[in-house]
Protein backbone atom coordinates (compact mmCIF):
# COMPACT_ATOMS: atom_id res chain seq x y z
CA UNK A 1 0.00 0.00 0.00
CA UNK A 2 3.12 2.54 0.83
CA UNK A 3 4.61 1.15 -2.12
CA UNK A 4 1.00 2.03 -4.21
CA UNK A 5 0.71 5.65 -2.81
CA UNK A 6 4.67 6.18 -3.45
CA UNK A 7 4.05 5.40 -6.91
CA UNK A 8 1.01 7.66 -7.19
CA UNK A 9 2.58 10.21 -5.63
CA UNK A 10 5.92 10.59 -7.82
CA UNK A 11 4.24 9.87 -10.90
CA UNK A 12 2.37 12.95 -10.01
CA UNK A 13 5.66 14.72 -9.31
CA UNK A 14 7.10 13.86 -12.23
CA UNK A 15 4.96 14.57 -14.61
CA UNK A 16 4.83 18.15 -13.27
CA UNK A 17 8.69 18.64 -13.54
CA UNK A 18 9.04 19.20 -10.25
CA UNK A 19 12.04 16.84 -9.29
CA UNK A 20 13.81 20.23 -9.74
CA UNK A 21 11.90 22.15 -6.70
CA UNK A 22 12.41 18.93 -4.50
CA UNK A 23 16.22 18.78 -2.93
CA UNK A 24 16.13 17.25 0.81
CA UNK A 25 15.42 21.09 2.40
CA UNK A 26 12.80 22.41 0.72
CA UNK A 27 11.03 19.41 0.99
CA UNK A 28 11.57 19.68 5.04
CA UNK A 29 10.36 23.15 4.70
CA UNK A 30 7.33 21.73 2.82
CA UNK A 31 6.58 19.36 6.17
CA UNK A 32 7.04 22.25 8.77
CA UNK A 33 5.06 24.29 6.73
CA UNK A 34 2.13 22.04 6.44
CA UNK A 35 2.58 21.15 9.99
CA UNK A 36 1.77 24.56 10.86
CA UNK A 37 -1.34 24.61 8.62
CA UNK A 38 -2.48 21.27 10.46
CA UNK A 39 -1.64 23.10 14.17
CA UNK A 40 -3.99 26.10 13.09
CA UNK A 41 -7.04 24.05 13.32
CA UNK A 42 -6.50 23.32 16.90
CA UNK A 43 -5.34 26.87 18.04
CA UNK A 44 -7.04 28.64 20.64
CA UNK A 45 -9.01 24.94 21.41
CA UNK A 46 -8.58 23.02 24.71
CA UNK A 47 -7.39 19.57 24.15
CA UNK A 48 -10.76 17.91 25.11
CA UNK A 49 -12.12 20.34 22.60
CA UNK A 50 -9.99 18.89 20.18
CA UNK A 51 -11.74 15.16 20.98
CA UNK A 52 -14.87 16.69 19.79
CA UNK A 53 -14.54 18.49 16.16
CA UNK A 54 -17.03 19.25 14.10
CA UNK A 55 -16.91 17.21 10.47
CA UNK A 56 -15.91 20.43 8.31
CA UNK A 57 -12.87 20.24 10.52
CA UNK A 58 -12.01 16.76 10.40
CA UNK A 59 -12.07 17.28 6.45
CA UNK A 60 -10.15 20.15 6.92
CA UNK A 61 -7.75 18.03 8.94
CA UNK A 62 -7.61 15.20 7.10
CA UNK A 63 -5.76 17.34 4.02
CA UNK A 64 -3.10 18.69 6.10
CA UNK A 65 -2.46 15.01 7.57
CA UNK A 66 -2.63 14.10 4.03
CA UNK A 67 -0.02 16.91 2.74
CA UNK A 68 2.43 16.37 5.01
CA UNK A 69 2.10 12.49 4.40
CA UNK A 70 2.88 13.65 0.70
CA UNK A 71 5.92 15.57 1.05
CA UNK A 72 7.43 12.98 3.93
CA UNK A 73 7.28 9.99 0.97
CA UNK A 74 8.60 12.27 -1.67
CA UNK A 75 11.61 13.16 1.16
CA UNK A 76 12.04 9.62 1.82
CA UNK A 77 12.15 8.56 -1.73
CA UNK A 78 14.50 11.14 -2.57
CA UNK A 79 17.02 10.19 -0.23
CA UNK A 80 16.60 6.39 -0.55
CA UNK A 81 14.94 5.56 2.75
CA UNK A 82 11.89 3.03 3.20
CA UNK A 83 9.98 4.34 5.42
CA UNK A 84 8.50 1.35 6.48
CA UNK A 85 12.14 0.34 7.65
CA UNK A 86 12.78 3.50 9.38
CA UNK A 87 9.38 3.15 11.31
CA UNK A 88 10.24 -0.20 12.50
CA UNK A 89 13.56 0.59 12.85
CA UNK A 90 12.30 3.91 15.66
CA UNK A 91 9.65 1.13 16.97
CA UNK A 92 12.44 -1.00 18.09
CA UNK A 93 14.51 2.19 19.35
CA UNK A 94 11.81 3.24 21.40
CA UNK A 95 11.12 0.33 23.24
CA UNK A 96 14.41 0.20 24.57
CA UNK A 97 14.18 3.95 25.37
CA UNK A 98 10.71 3.50 27.18
CA UNK A 99 10.31 0.30 28.73
CA UNK A 100 6.91 -0.67 29.92
CA UNK A 101 7.23 -1.14 33.04
CA UNK A 102 8.78 2.47 33.44
CA UNK A 103 6.71 4.37 30.68
CA UNK A 104 3.10 2.98 31.27
CA UNK A 105 0.77 6.02 31.90
CA UNK A 106 3.81 8.83 32.33
CA UNK A 107 4.11 11.43 29.77
CA UNK A 108 7.44 12.77 31.01
CA UNK A 109 9.19 11.57 28.01
CA UNK A 110 7.94 11.41 24.52
CA UNK A 111 6.52 10.25 22.32
CA UNK B 1 1.97 -2.23 4.99
CA UNK B 2 0.21 0.93 6.32
CA UNK B 3 -2.49 -1.17 8.43
CA UNK B 4 0.38 -3.59 9.50
CA UNK B 5 2.50 -0.43 10.95
CA UNK B 6 -0.71 1.29 11.88
CA UNK B 7 -1.40 -1.84 14.37
CA UNK B 8 1.78 -2.31 15.71
CA UNK B 9 2.46 1.83 16.49
CA UNK B 10 -0.87 1.89 18.33
CA UNK B 11 0.44 -1.68 20.30
CA UNK B 12 3.20 -0.05 21.49
CA UNK B 13 1.19 2.89 22.82
CA UNK B 14 -1.58 1.05 23.89
CA UNK B 15 0.73 -0.96 26.05
CA UNK B 16 2.76 2.15 27.75
CA UNK B 17 -1.10 3.31 28.16
CA UNK B 18 -0.24 6.86 26.32
CA UNK B 19 -3.71 7.33 24.75
CA UNK B 20 -4.61 9.57 27.43
CA UNK B 21 -2.38 12.32 26.38
CA UNK B 22 -2.94 11.72 22.46
CA UNK B 23 -5.61 14.60 22.51
CA UNK B 24 -5.77 15.63 18.56
CA UNK B 25 -4.15 19.06 19.67
CA UNK B 26 -1.27 17.43 21.38
CA UNK B 27 -0.48 15.24 18.48
CA UNK B 28 -0.79 18.06 16.30
CA UNK B 29 1.98 19.57 18.23
CA UNK B 30 4.06 17.01 18.22
CA UNK B 31 4.14 16.26 15.02
CA UNK B 32 5.25 20.30 14.39
CA UNK B 33 7.84 20.00 17.27
CA UNK B 34 9.24 16.93 15.06
CA UNK B 35 9.31 18.44 11.97
CA UNK B 36 11.33 21.31 13.16
CA UNK B 37 14.15 18.84 14.71
CA UNK B 38 13.84 17.11 10.83
CA UNK B 39 14.28 20.86 9.25
CA UNK B 40 17.45 21.44 11.92
CA UNK B 41 19.38 18.90 9.95
CA UNK B 42 19.34 21.31 7.10
CA UNK B 43 19.35 24.23 8.66
CA UNK B 44 22.70 26.92 7.56
CA UNK B 45 23.33 24.44 4.36
CA UNK B 46 22.21 25.45 0.73
CA UNK B 47 19.53 23.97 -1.18
CA UNK B 48 22.51 21.61 -3.24
CA UNK B 49 23.88 20.71 0.22
CA UNK B 50 21.48 19.27 1.07
CA UNK B 51 21.41 16.92 -1.91
CA UNK B 52 24.73 15.59 -0.70
CA UNK B 53 24.65 14.24 2.74
CA UNK B 54 26.98 12.34 4.99
CA UNK B 55 25.68 8.67 5.56
CA UNK B 56 25.85 9.98 9.59
CA UNK B 57 22.71 12.58 8.33
CA UNK B 58 20.58 10.24 6.25
CA UNK B 59 20.38 8.10 9.30
CA UNK B 60 19.28 11.16 11.61
CA UNK B 61 16.54 12.34 9.31
CA UNK B 62 15.29 8.82 9.06
CA UNK B 63 14.78 9.31 12.68
CA UNK B 64 13.08 12.16 12.41
CA UNK B 65 10.83 10.86 9.50
CA UNK B 66 9.90 7.74 11.52
CA UNK B 67 8.77 10.17 14.24
CA UNK B 68 6.88 12.08 12.18
CA UNK B 69 5.18 9.20 10.17
CA UNK B 70 4.19 7.52 13.64
CA UNK B 71 2.20 10.75 15.16
CA UNK B 72 0.83 11.09 11.77
CA UNK B 73 -0.32 7.66 11.63
CA UNK B 74 -1.65 8.32 15.58
CA UNK B 75 -3.24 11.38 14.74
CA UNK B 76 -5.05 9.87 11.54
CA UNK B 77 -6.41 6.83 14.26
CA UNK B 78 -7.64 8.88 16.44
CA UNK B 79 -9.64 10.81 14.13
CA UNK B 80 -10.59 7.88 12.45
CA UNK B 81 -8.70 9.02 9.20
CA UNK B 82 -7.53 6.39 6.69
CA UNK B 83 -4.70 7.76 5.29
CA UNK B 84 -5.03 5.73 1.93
CA UNK B 85 -7.82 7.37 1.70
CA UNK B 86 -7.19 10.74 2.70
CA UNK B 87 -3.87 11.13 0.42
CA UNK B 88 -6.27 9.84 -2.66
CA UNK B 89 -8.53 12.00 -2.12
CA UNK B 90 -5.67 15.23 -2.23
CA UNK B 91 -3.28 13.79 -5.00
CA UNK B 92 -7.24 13.99 -7.01
CA UNK B 93 -7.37 17.58 -5.53
CA UNK B 94 -4.29 18.29 -6.33
CA UNK B 95 -5.06 17.05 -10.43
CA UNK B 96 -7.58 19.65 -10.42
CA UNK B 97 -5.42 22.57 -9.17
CA UNK B 98 -2.49 21.78 -10.61
CA UNK B 99 -2.83 20.85 -14.23
CA UNK B 100 0.25 19.28 -16.06
CA UNK B 101 0.10 21.53 -18.70
CA UNK B 102 0.05 24.87 -16.79
CA UNK B 103 2.39 23.45 -13.33
CA UNK B 104 5.16 21.63 -15.53
CA UNK B 105 7.81 22.95 -14.25
CA UNK B 106 6.83 25.30 -12.38
CA UNK B 107 7.11 26.47 -8.64
CA UNK B 108 4.52 28.86 -8.47
CA UNK B 109 2.33 27.05 -6.27
CA UNK B 110 2.95 24.01 -4.52
CA UNK B 111 3.52 21.29 -3.66
CA UNK C 1 16.06 49.74 23.53
CA UNK C 2 15.31 47.96 20.67
CA UNK C 3 18.25 49.27 18.69
CA UNK C 4 19.86 48.85 21.80
CA UNK C 5 19.57 44.90 21.31
CA UNK C 6 19.93 45.11 17.52
CA UNK C 7 22.93 46.82 18.22
CA UNK C 8 24.35 44.16 20.44
CA UNK C 9 22.83 40.91 18.60
CA UNK C 10 24.65 42.17 15.15
CA UNK C 11 27.88 42.55 17.08
CA UNK C 12 28.03 39.37 18.90
CA UNK C 13 27.21 37.71 14.97
CA UNK C 14 29.40 39.87 12.89
CA UNK C 15 32.48 39.27 15.10
CA UNK C 16 31.84 35.47 14.55
CA UNK C 17 31.56 36.02 10.60
CA UNK C 18 28.19 34.31 10.81
CA UNK C 19 26.37 36.77 8.46
CA UNK C 20 27.36 34.36 5.32
CA UNK C 21 24.84 32.07 6.73
CA UNK C 22 22.35 34.07 7.74
CA UNK C 23 20.40 34.29 4.42
CA UNK C 24 16.34 35.14 4.70
CA UNK C 25 15.47 31.44 3.75
CA UNK C 26 18.09 30.05 6.59
CA UNK C 27 17.51 32.50 9.15
CA UNK C 28 13.25 31.67 8.83
CA UNK C 29 13.62 28.37 9.27
CA UNK C 30 15.95 28.59 12.53
CA UNK C 31 13.04 30.71 13.45
CA UNK C 32 10.32 27.57 12.53
CA UNK C 33 13.09 25.38 14.55
CA UNK C 34 13.04 27.53 17.86
CA UNK C 35 9.73 27.77 18.10
CA UNK C 36 9.49 23.83 17.52
CA UNK C 37 11.65 23.93 20.66
CA UNK C 38 9.37 26.38 22.31
CA UNK C 39 6.42 24.57 21.80
CA UNK C 40 7.70 21.12 23.33
CA UNK C 41 8.01 22.78 26.57
CA UNK C 42 4.10 22.61 26.43
CA UNK C 43 3.75 18.87 25.14
CA UNK C 44 1.55 16.94 26.80
CA UNK C 45 0.45 19.58 28.99
CA UNK C 46 -3.28 20.74 28.59
CA UNK C 47 -4.23 24.77 28.28
CA UNK C 48 -4.82 25.19 32.01
CA UNK C 49 -1.41 23.16 33.06
CA UNK C 50 0.63 25.69 30.87
CA UNK C 51 -0.30 28.42 33.05
CA UNK C 52 0.96 26.65 36.32
CA UNK C 53 4.83 26.17 34.99
CA UNK C 54 7.69 24.96 37.46
CA UNK C 55 10.40 27.93 37.53
CA UNK C 56 12.86 25.45 36.05
CA UNK C 57 9.67 25.34 32.80
CA UNK C 58 10.07 29.15 32.80
CA UNK C 59 13.80 29.69 32.21
CA UNK C 60 13.66 27.26 29.72
CA UNK C 61 10.71 28.89 27.93
CA UNK C 62 12.79 32.33 28.57
CA UNK C 63 15.45 30.83 26.59
CA UNK C 64 13.41 29.46 23.68
CA UNK C 65 12.49 32.81 23.73
CA UNK C 66 15.12 34.86 23.50
CA UNK C 67 16.29 32.80 20.52
CA UNK C 68 13.43 33.20 18.58
CA UNK C 69 13.87 37.39 19.25
CA UNK C 70 17.24 37.03 18.27
CA UNK C 71 16.80 35.64 14.73
CA UNK C 72 13.90 37.72 14.43
CA UNK C 73 16.05 40.79 14.85
CA UNK C 74 18.62 39.17 12.59
CA UNK C 75 15.71 38.55 10.28
CA UNK C 76 14.64 42.04 10.52
CA UNK C 77 18.24 43.73 10.36
CA UNK C 78 18.86 41.59 7.06
CA UNK C 79 15.76 43.10 5.25
CA UNK C 80 15.88 46.26 6.12
CA UNK C 81 12.60 46.06 7.98
CA UNK C 82 12.25 47.95 11.03
CA UNK C 83 10.47 45.59 13.98
CA UNK C 84 8.95 48.61 15.58
CA UNK C 85 7.66 50.18 12.59
CA UNK C 86 5.97 46.89 11.06
CA UNK C 87 4.41 45.68 14.45
CA UNK C 88 2.61 49.34 14.39
CA UNK C 89 1.59 48.40 10.84
CA UNK C 90 0.35 45.24 12.04
CA UNK C 91 -1.70 46.28 14.86
CA UNK C 92 -3.50 48.77 12.53
CA UNK C 93 -3.85 46.20 10.14
CA UNK C 94 -5.42 43.96 12.77
CA UNK C 95 -7.16 47.03 14.13
CA UNK C 96 -9.17 46.94 10.72
CA UNK C 97 -9.63 43.32 10.84
CA UNK C 98 -11.06 42.58 14.00
CA UNK C 99 -13.40 45.52 15.01
CA UNK C 100 -13.71 45.44 19.14
CA UNK C 101 -17.28 45.24 18.71
CA UNK C 102 -17.07 42.02 17.20
CA UNK C 103 -14.24 40.53 18.24
CA UNK C 104 -14.74 40.98 21.82
CA UNK C 105 -14.18 37.87 23.88
CA UNK C 106 -14.46 35.79 20.23
CA UNK C 107 -11.50 33.31 19.24
CA UNK C 108 -13.49 32.46 16.01
CA UNK C 109 -10.25 34.81 13.88
CA UNK C 110 -6.95 35.31 14.97
CA UNK C 111 -4.65 36.55 17.05
CA UNK D 1 10.53 50.90 22.88
CA UNK D 2 9.83 47.83 23.88
CA UNK D 3 7.60 48.53 26.96
CA UNK D 4 5.80 50.64 24.31
CA UNK D 5 4.81 48.15 21.91
CA UNK D 6 4.19 45.76 25.05
CA UNK D 7 2.00 48.15 26.37
CA UNK D 8 0.10 48.47 22.64
CA UNK D 9 -0.01 45.02 21.98
CA UNK D 10 -1.46 44.26 25.53
CA UNK D 11 -4.11 47.32 25.07
CA UNK D 12 -5.19 45.57 21.77
CA UNK D 13 -5.82 42.27 22.91
CA UNK D 14 -7.43 43.13 26.53
CA UNK D 15 -10.14 45.61 24.81
CA UNK D 16 -10.84 42.31 22.95
CA UNK D 17 -11.12 40.14 25.98
CA UNK D 18 -8.47 37.64 24.37
CA UNK D 19 -6.76 37.14 27.65
CA UNK D 20 -8.70 33.98 28.17
CA UNK D 21 -7.64 32.32 24.94
CA UNK D 22 -4.22 33.39 25.62
CA UNK D 23 -2.66 30.66 28.12
CA UNK D 24 1.03 30.10 27.09
CA UNK D 25 0.44 26.97 25.17
CA UNK D 26 -2.08 28.43 23.42
CA UNK D 27 0.22 31.31 22.64
CA UNK D 28 3.38 29.12 22.12
CA UNK D 29 1.13 27.25 18.80
CA UNK D 30 0.50 30.85 17.69
CA UNK D 31 3.95 31.39 17.05
CA UNK D 32 4.96 28.03 15.66
CA UNK D 33 2.12 28.72 12.58
CA UNK D 34 3.05 32.15 12.50
CA UNK D 35 6.79 30.43 11.61
CA UNK D 36 5.37 28.15 9.26
CA UNK D 37 3.77 30.84 7.53
CA UNK D 38 7.22 32.93 7.50
CA UNK D 39 8.90 29.97 6.10
CA UNK D 40 6.37 29.78 3.80
CA UNK D 41 7.58 32.89 1.81
CA UNK D 42 11.17 31.39 1.08
CA UNK D 43 9.45 27.88 0.01
CA UNK D 44 11.10 26.37 -3.19
CA UNK D 45 13.68 29.04 -3.14
CA UNK D 46 17.06 28.69 -3.05
CA UNK D 47 19.08 30.42 -0.20
CA UNK D 48 20.40 33.21 -2.69
CA UNK D 49 17.14 33.89 -4.25
CA UNK D 50 15.96 34.63 -1.22
CA UNK D 51 18.45 37.81 -0.70
CA UNK D 52 16.84 38.78 -3.57
CA UNK D 53 13.17 39.66 -2.98
CA UNK D 54 10.29 41.78 -4.78
CA UNK D 55 9.14 44.50 -2.65
CA UNK D 56 5.79 42.48 -2.63
CA UNK D 57 7.71 39.45 -0.90
CA UNK D 58 9.16 41.72 1.79
CA UNK D 59 6.44 43.82 2.52
CA UNK D 60 4.39 40.26 3.34
CA UNK D 61 7.78 39.19 5.27
CA UNK D 62 7.26 42.23 7.43
CA UNK D 63 3.64 40.94 8.14
CA UNK D 64 4.58 37.57 9.30
CA UNK D 65 7.96 38.79 11.60
CA UNK D 66 5.28 41.22 13.32
CA UNK D 67 3.09 38.56 13.78
CA UNK D 68 5.93 36.34 15.90
CA UNK D 69 6.67 40.06 17.15
CA UNK D 70 3.40 40.13 18.88
CA UNK D 71 2.71 36.71 20.03
CA UNK D 72 6.17 36.59 21.16
CA UNK D 73 5.68 39.80 23.28
CA UNK D 74 2.24 38.56 24.70
CA UNK D 75 4.19 34.83 25.58
CA UNK D 76 6.68 36.80 27.85
CA UNK D 77 4.11 39.15 29.18
CA UNK D 78 1.89 36.40 30.73
CA UNK D 79 4.93 34.36 31.86
CA UNK D 80 6.31 38.10 33.52
CA UNK D 81 9.61 37.59 31.66
CA UNK D 82 11.10 40.51 30.19
CA UNK D 83 12.15 40.39 26.87
CA UNK D 84 15.34 42.22 27.66
CA UNK D 85 16.88 40.90 29.92
CA UNK D 86 15.84 37.13 28.62
CA UNK D 87 17.63 38.08 25.02
CA UNK D 88 20.96 39.72 27.61
CA UNK D 89 21.16 36.69 29.39
CA UNK D 90 20.93 34.29 26.12
CA UNK D 91 23.86 36.41 24.51
CA UNK D 92 26.04 35.93 27.63
CA UNK D 93 25.55 32.04 27.70
CA UNK D 94 26.16 32.08 24.05
CA UNK D 95 29.34 33.98 24.53
CA UNK D 96 30.66 31.46 26.60
CA UNK D 97 29.17 28.41 24.07
CA UNK D 98 30.41 29.81 20.75
CA UNK D 99 33.75 31.56 21.99
CA UNK D 100 35.14 34.68 18.86
CA UNK D 101 38.68 32.10 18.25
CA UNK D 102 36.64 29.20 17.82
CA UNK D 103 33.24 29.74 16.17
CA UNK D 104 34.47 32.16 13.64
CA UNK D 105 32.98 31.10 10.09
CA UNK D 106 32.15 27.97 11.43
CA UNK D 107 28.32 27.05 11.09
CA UNK D 108 29.09 23.74 12.62
CA UNK D 109 26.99 25.22 15.98
CA UNK D 110 24.17 27.34 16.17
CA UNK D 111 23.01 30.02 16.03
Same mark, same amino acid.
Given at each position: ? #??? %?? =????? *?? /??????? *? &? /???????????? !??????? *? %??????? !??? #?? !? +??????????? /???? *???? %?? &??????????? /????? %??? +??????? !????? =????
Amino acid at each position: M #LDR %LR =EKIIE *FR /DLRDWEQ *F &H /DPKNLAEAIAIE !SGELLEN *F %LWKTCSD !SRN #LS !S +DAVVSIGEEIA /DIAI *FLTI %LA &HEMNLNIEEIV /DRKLK %LNE +DRYPVEI !SRGSA =EKRP
